[in-house]
T-cell receptor
Framework: KAGVTQTPRYLIKTRGQQVTLSCSPI?????VSWYQQTPGQGLQFLFE???????NKGNFPGRFSGRQFSNSRSEMNVSTLELGDSALYLC??????????????FGPGTRLTVT | DAKTTQPTSMDCAEGRAANLPCNHS???????VYWYRQIHSQGPQYIIH???NNETNEMASLIITEDRKSSTLILPHATLRDTAVYYC????????????FGKGTTLSVSS
């Protein structure tokens, strides 16, 4: 099975711009979660989508949003970029069955640099 | 979700077993212990999880104490490629997929 793919892998944007990142989960997986990783804050949960619905949300401002399509692919958008948004953005997919335990499979991430 | 405590860093010689401890003294009865690792500049990788019984898979073994207040991840024969940050996470299984990552343990394997 192909793994989780994220595009683009690297991105440079200017303060005030907006950005859209894309994630394709493992085939058959219906849940996609997004995380932000910075040296200062570590790995932080952004939000989770399951069957096109946001199921859970972390403590991030409304500038961070996402959506999921019927094929389970997901996008996240950050508007009005700030320098502090520079980070590695990771996407993870899981079957989303919610039974005994989740294993999440992470993609390689998108490295966003805001200048 | 219960809070976990891990050592900041550990060293291990190549070929030896790496034993990574995790304390989770406030764990609830329905919370699982998960282990992930992150090799530099890559996405985290799921290793193993368990509730109360010891678990083993092709990557590692997970030993959970009888009172479930601590656990140990064991890499039986560490290689240089096992150098990574290892995260111990405790959470309820059905609470969505959100993982709360702490600082983890940086394991350095040397030859």
């Amino acid at each position: 099975k192909a793994g989780v793919t994220q595009t683009p892998r690297y991105l440079i944007k200017t303060r005030g711009q907006q950005v859209t990142l894309s994630c394709s989960p493992i085939s058959g997986h219906r849940s996609v979660s997004w995380y932000q990783q910075t040296p200062g804050q570590g790995l932080q949960f952004l939000f989770e989508y399951f069957s096109e619905t946001q199921r859970n949300k972390g403590n991030f401002p409304g500038r961070f949003s996402g959506r999921q399509f019927s094929n389970s692919r997901s996008e996240m958008n950050v508007s009005t970029l700030e320098l502090g948004d520079s980070a590695l953005y990771l996407c993870a997919s899981s079957p989303g069955q919610g039974s005994l335990g989740y294993e999440q499979y992470f993609g390689p991430g998108t490295r966003l640099t805001v200048t | 979700d219960a809070k976990t405590t891990q050592p900041t860093s550990m060293d291990c010689a190549e070929g030896r077993a790496a034993n990574l401890p995790c304390n989770h003294s406030t764990i609830s009865g329905n919370e699982y212990v998960y282990w992930y690792r992150q090799i530099h500049s890559q996405g985290p990788q799921y290793i193993i999880h368990g509730l109360k019984n010891n678990e083993t898979n092709e990557m590692a073994s997970l030993i959970i104490t009888e009172d479930r207040k601590s656990s140990t991840l064991i890499l039986p024969h560490a290689t240089l490629r096992d150098t990574a940050v290892y995260y111990c996470i405790v959470r309820v299984a059905q609470a969505g997929t959100a993982l709360i990552f702490g600082k983890g343990t940086t394991l350095s394997v040397s030859s």
